[in-house]
């Protein structure tokens, strides 16, 4: 039988066999930005990127400038958009004839969303011959054996370059791998319908040659397959008069060729869904023989390698009725449909594509499909064996949830996520409508675990987070994001939770109504917080409270807390997002575990009050007592305890006066804290020395020796047994003095450094001064080191006469508060009436107690002061830096150095026997009104004697800063003291200390120095390294004609 009425024809849509189909006729081949070979007239192939298929198409240049045929020249040229949006015009500019961006072109631009989906419905309601036809009535051949007819064509200008053979093994040969392919077209249907469909292809011996070049075909201005079905009738009237029987290709036995492909020689070049593309459509009854007539058909072409993706999808529409899984709307990327996971969508990769979703191979009748509408658990979902699970709609038919294991390996390779795919179907869909209402929406969709709708917003063709698994995605639910909602809006009450994670075998469970959960619990025992309270949440007293349908649960307390010391019964109310709920009933017993918080006092120094410490009475005491704090979380009233003694022990006992205190306090639940502090007893307060002499006076001065015995007494606050010794017994004349005789030693039996009191001293003197004194001196020190210094003097008088003057107790005393003194003459004074201050005082203007034993003399370099001189504070330090005292105009014995010298600061004394007074000022002018005198009143013995001195009133002396030693400081020391001296200019400098007796103990300096202020320190040892005892010493420093000495005194 020939083909009969051949024009117009319309191409069939291809939907379910037991539906009617839409009056749109035809099946895509889509593409998605692939990068093609299109034609200029001039036959120049130029590459484009192409979205769409055979009903509307997107057509860019590489870098992303839209193009359109010039209708005048058919030339591709860059487009714009039209002013009104609805459609894009031609440039003029050839494509690769100029920089697209100096046209003012702006890359990817579109047309209406309502202009594109207008022209896709016009391409796809081109009227079918038979109009209205109920394709319902016609059954797809995709199971069992059934045989196709492959028919091969050529051109002239187009010629075949595979061979038939290689044809034939790709369409039929097992494991089939040519060009990198997964197997053949017959391969991929038996392995994704687990052996139910065995397809094969008679495929024409040779190819035919069509009477028209392709470009005749091809012609992008001419609709779709319009002069290729012409091709396809005379090919199959070709085969029909080679004798092939055509009764072989009807499987089913409904009066239809099952399958009849055209593969064609070559590609199509003429884009914007022209010409040749790739596509399926009925021609029911175009063409019959042999019994049988046409009634589907698929063109694709060879390209320059055979790849099987888009010649299955073709199949795949022909063979199974199965209808186009992406969006047909505007550019053909309004939505991405169901991605690359299946492969009448985005077969992923054009020689292993990804196999045909679960609807496909469901409405195909392969594989394993069990319908539950009960509840089940754990429900084996092995992949690669279609496995495929139903939930039906129970108030409509045509929706129902298709459940599958997807996984990346062997055809599914290319899918975009591994796991559990969970679909959606409405037959009454498309998944050109992606607005996901109840009256637009996709037939088939893919509920994506991530609930981002990539694919229905076209971000993407599927991606990582798309297919179910544990951890993460493990529960589809009515009320999660997705949900199990009906497109009409009502609720299915579906849940599928338990999903296991991703791989070969997984898992699920399906509950198809809602039960409510089981409440589970266990007693609690929390420890109090800060506020006595037990925080205890319901997670704490849930025991593993579920629910059946593994919705989700909150859980509740009451009484809600927070929960005081004690039991307290609450129950637990355990509710599913349904509203569903169950109880169970607990204890919470809250326990105080906290201790205490203790805060000790800061550790405390204090002084020494009595011989062992000071008691713990002590008001020292007082505030550190006090200063202990402690508080608890649930007891008011904690007991308080501390272990501290009577008696703080002082620096003489054996802890040496630390004592640590603790603290400890503890609450009513028995919890208790420590903490400690220390209590330091320290003695800064020196002891205290008394010393008397017997005999005080030695006469007569016949030269013979004379045993003296001194009686020490001591004493101090914390130290019961103080240590004294003897630092030192001296004499102011040497041992052989003019007109004492030739005798030695004079001082005898002084062990010095012990606890000594026995000496024997030598009755003599030098005949023509006022008498000799010895003097010794004891110090004493307690256990802290703290300690004090006395003499004692032993007098040898000029006369018997003096005795009695030389035992009275004489004071100076100044009643105004000005202190001045009178120099006179040159001459060198030796009067023969003695004196000596002992312990006295001078008071006001800031004067302190006088010590007579520390001082000595400075040396004047020459400078003649004036017969009066007066000086109080020069340097404003509050300490005055001169003082002069003595008993009468005529007697000159008492000189005193210029400025403080030992840091105490009191002013120092000293008898001496030289007129030169001595005075270090420095480069200080003194006027004279500021020289004067006045010596209010002297008390000797018991007389009391009131002189009036004169001064120069016109006087006034400027003294240069002199060479000489400046300061020694400190002094006393222990153990180092620094020496300070000043040189005017250059010169050689000696500095060396010396004992009482004269001898040399160290030198310091021996060098030459320049001009100005030097200093430095001496530790108290010996030019061999070693200690030296207690005592008095003297600087002694030599510069040119220059001697100045200094007095300091070393205590150990």
Same mark, same amino acid.
């Given at each position: 039988m020939k083909h009969q009425l051949r024009f117009p024809v319309c191409l069939a849509l291809l939907c379910l066999a037991v539906l009617t189909l839409h009056t749109s006729s035809a099946s895509a081949a889509p593409v998605f930005g692939e990068v093609w070979q299109l034609k200029q007239p001039d036959g120049t192939l130029v590459d484009v990127r192409i979205w769409g298929d055979e009903f509307y198409q997107v057509v860019e240049s590489l870098d992303g400038y839209t193009l359109t045929r010039d209708p005048a020249t058919m030339v591709i040229c860059y487009a714009r958009l039209s002013s009104d949006g609805n459609t894009l015009e031609s440039t003029g500019v050839e494509l690769g004839s100029r920089n697209p961006a100096t046209l003012g072109l702006t890359p990817h631009v579109r047309i209406s969303d309502e202009a594109a989906r207008a022209a896709v419905d016009q391409a796809r309601s081109r009227p079918l011959n038979q109009p209205g036809m109920d394709k319902g009535a016609y059954f797809p051949s995709i199971t069992g054996n059934v045989k196709g007819l492959c028919i091969?064509? /050529?051109?002239?200008? =187009?010629?075949?370059? %595979?061979a038939q053979s290689e044809v034939d093994d790709f369409c039929n040969m097992i494991g089939y791998t040519g060009n990198g392919n997964n197997g053949s077209i017959r391969d991929y249907f038996s392995d994704t319908s687990d052996g139910i469909f065995d397809y094969t292809q008679y495929v024409s011996p040779t190819y035919y040659r069509a009477p028209n070049d392709f470009s005749w075909y091809d012609d992008p201005d001419e609709p779709w397959l319009d002069r290729g079905l012409q091709l396809l009738f005379e090919a199959l009237d070709q085969l029909e008069a080679d004798g092939l029987d055509f009764s072989q290709f009807d499987a089913n036995g409904d009066g239809y060729i099952d399958a009849v492909n055209m593969f064609y020689a070559g590609s199509t070049t003429a884009g914007w869904a022209k010409g040749m593309w790739p596509g399926s459509g009925? %021609? =029911?009854? @175009?063409?019959?023989?042999?019994?049988? #007539? !046409? *009634?589907? &058909? =698929?063109?694709?072409?060879? $390209?320059?390698?055979?790849?099987?993706?888009?010649? *299955?999808?073709?199949? $795949?529409?022909m063979l199974g009725f199965w209808p186009d899984l992406y969006d047909y709307d505007t550019d053909a990327d309004d939505s991405a449909g169901i991605g690359a996971f299946g492969i009448m969508c985005n077969s992923g990769s054009s020689t292993n594509p990804v196999e045909p979703c679960a609807y496909n191979k469901f409405i195909s009748g392969w594989g394993n499909v069990t319908t539950y509408a009960t509840q089940q658990f754990d429900i084996p979902t092995p992949a690669s064996s279609n496995t495929i699970y139903k939930f039906d709609n129970p108030g409509a038919a045509n929706e129902y949830w298709l459940v599958e294991n997807r996984q990346q390996t062997a055809r599914d390779a290319n899918i975009p996520d591994s796991g559990l795919a969970i679909w959606h179907i409405e037959t009454n869909g498309n998944n050109s409508d992606n607005q996901m209402t109840p009256a637009n929406h996709y037939l088939v969709t893919l509920v994506q675990a991530d609930g981002n709708w990539d694919l229905e917003n076209n971000v993407n063709q599927g991606d990582g987070t798309d297919l179910w698994g544990a951890p !993460?995605?493990?529960?589809? +639910?009515?009320? !999660?994001s997705p949900n199990t909602d009906w497109w009409d809006g009502s609720a299915s009450d579906f849940t599928f939770f338990d999903i296991s994670a991703s791989g070969p075998d997984m898992t699920f469970s399906f509950n198809p109504a809602n039960e409510p959960p089981v409440a589970a619990c266990q007693n609690v025992q929390v420890s109090a917080d800060d506020d006595c309270n037990g925080i205890v949440t319901p997670a704490m007293v849930d025991a593993g409270s579920s629910d059946p349908d593994g919705d989700p649960i909150t859980l509740e307390l009451s009484p809600p807390g927070p929960y005081a010391l004690g039991v307290t019964d609450v129950t637990l109310t355990v509710t599913d997002d349904k509203g569903e709920f169950d109880t169970c009933n607990a204890t919470v017993t809250v326990v105080d575990t906290t201790p205490p918080m203790v805060t000790c006092p800061a550790d405390i120094v204090i002084e020494c009050t009595e011989p062992g410490g000071v008691s713990a009475t002590d008001g020292q005491l007082t505030a550190f007592f006090a200063a202990f704090m402690a508080e608890d979380n649930c007891d008011d009233d904690l007991d308080i305890m501390n272990d501290a003694p009577a008696i703080f022990d002082g620096p003489c006992e054996v802890g040496g006066g630390v004592t640590v205190v603790t603290w400890t306090a503890t609450d009513d639940a028995g919890n208790s804290a420590q903490c400690a502090a220390t209590v330091t007893v320290v003695d800064t307060t020196p002891p205290e020395i008394e010393v008397t002499v017997d005999p005080q006076v030695l006469w007569p001065p016949n030269h013979k020796m004379v045993d003296v015995e001194y009686t020490v007494t001591v004493s101090d606050v914390c130290d019961p047994n103080p240590a004294w010794e003897m630092v030192s017994l001296t004499s102011n004349e040497p041992e052989d003095d003019l007109g004492d005789g030739t005798t030695e030693p004079d001082i005898m039996g002084a062990d010095l450094g012990t606890a000594d009191t026995s000496v024997s001293l030598r009755s003599e003197r030098e005949g023509l001064l006022t008498g000799r004194i010895y003097q010794a001196t004891f110090m004493v020190t307690d256990c802290s080191g703290n300690s004090a210094l006395t003499t004692a003097n032993v007098y040898v008088p000029r006369s018997k006469s003096d005795i009695g003057t030389i035992l009275s107790s004489s004071s100076l005393e100044t009643s105004e508060t000005e202190v001045y003194y009178m120099v006179s003459g040159a001459s060198l004074w030796r009067k023969k009436i003695p004196v000596e201050f002992i312990g006295g005082e001078v008071e006001g203007d800031g004067l302190r107690t006088v010590d007579p034993q520390s001082a000595f003399i400075t040396n004047t370099a020459g400078v003649v002061l004036p017969s009066a001189f007066y000086m109080k504070d020069i340097d404003d330090d509050e300490i005055p830096d001169v003082l002069l005292a003595f008993p009468q105009p005529a007697l000159m014995n008492l000189i005193v150095e210029s400025q403080e010298m030992d840091g105490d600061p009191v002013m120092v004394l000293e008898v001496g026997r030289e007129m030169f007074m001595v005075l270090d000022l420095g480069? %200080? =002018?003194?006027? #004279?009104?500021?020289?004067? &005198? %006045?010596?209010?009143?002297? +008390?000797?013995? /018991?007389? @009391?004697?009131?002189?009036?001195? /004169?001064? /120069?009133?016109?006087?006034t002396v400027t003294v240069a800063r002199t060479t000489g030693i400046t300061s020694t400081a400190p002094n006393p020391f222990n153990p180092r003291t620094t020496v300070s001296f000043y040189l005017p200019q250059d010169g050689h400098v000696d500095l060396s200390v010396f004992d009482v007796g004269g001898r040399l103990i160290n030198r310091l300096v021996s060098e030459t120095l320049t001009a100005g202020d030097h200093s430095v320190a001496w530790t108290g040892t010996d030019t061999r390294g070693g200690r030296v005892a207690s005592g008095v010493y003297f600087f002694r420093m030599r510069t040119g004609d220059v001697v100045d000495t200094k007095r300091v005194l070393l205590i150990k």
């Open positions: 091969l064509v /050529d051109f002239d200008d =187009q010629s075949a370059t %595979i009925w %021609i =029911q009854d @175009e063409w019959s023989a042999d019994g049988v #007539a !046409t *009634l589907r &058909f =698929q063109f694709t072409g060879m $390209g320059t390698g055979l790849t099987i993706a888009t010649y *299955l999808h073709e199949n $795949g529409h !993460t995605y493990t529960a589809l +639910r009515p009320f !999660t480069n %200080i =002018q003194v006027s #004279a009104p500021d020289l004067g &005198f %006045i010596i209010n009143s002297l +008390r000797e013995g /018991d007389g @009391e004697d009131e002189r009036n001195l /004169d001064r /120069d009133p016109e006087s």
